[in-house]
């Protein structure tokens, strides 16, 4: 089996330098945080879960046929899923572009329903996920350094190809590679 997921990679250096100056804002709050590594920051249409072998290689014959025009998508915003109550994951919201996106994520949700997915019943968010917030552990220090990062422009990330990732998760994180790319128009 093989843990999956299909994404936008964020290939902007001044994006994930933006990413990195938050998440050392955040760290100095002394909350419980889990930072995403910087290589591995990215915007995901889909996560497939583990999946077996012959699957992935349809997934990827799938990927390798979407073709759109390039587009770019501006990163701006902090916020948190589902709410500063209860901070669970810590996000940078995506502002122009997002009609593009959506019609990538449709295609792609689209196309794996048709592979036996579930379709994805939430109202598509897109988002880059920043950190993931462990326990309470200075929770009103966290809240007070959110809202003060909520108007964080990031800047703007190119998009000319979707991307079937291997997820392979390990103590120390998450270790991505890449098993299929999509070619733009």
């Known amino acids: 089996m093989v ?22 804002a955040l760290e100095s709050t002394g909350a419980n945080l889990k930072h995403v590594e910087p290589e591995n920051i990215h915007l995901t249409l889909k996560f497939l879960g583990e999946i077996e072998q012959h699957k992935v290689d349809e997934v990827a ?3 390798n046929e979407i073709s759109f025009d390039p587009f770019t ?8 899923f589902p709410n500063l109550r209860r901070p669970a994951t810590i996000w940078a919201g995506i502002t122009d572009g997002v009609s593009d996106l959506a019609a990538v994520f449709e295609e792609v949700d689209s196309k794996m329903g048709k592979l036996g997915f579930e379709r994805e019943r939430r109202r598509f968010q897109p988002h880059l996920t920043i950190s993931r917030v462990r326990s309470g552990k200075n929770k009103d220090q966290l ?11 990031f800047g703007v990330v190119n998009v000319d190809r979707i991307v079937l990732k291997k997820s392979v998760l390990t103590p120390k994180g ?3 590679s890449t098993l299929a790319e999509s070619r733009h128009s």
């Open 3 to 24: 843990r999956c997921f299909i994404a936008v990679e964020c290939t902007n250096s001044d994006v994930v330098a933006g990413v990195r100056q938050v998440q050392g």
């Open 61 to 63: 014959a799938i990927i």
């Open 73 to 80: 998508f501006k990163v701006e915003e902090v916020g948190v």
């Open 143 to 153: 809240v007070e350094e959110l809202v003060a990062a909520k108007d964080q422009v």
């Open 174 to 176: 998450p270790i991505y």
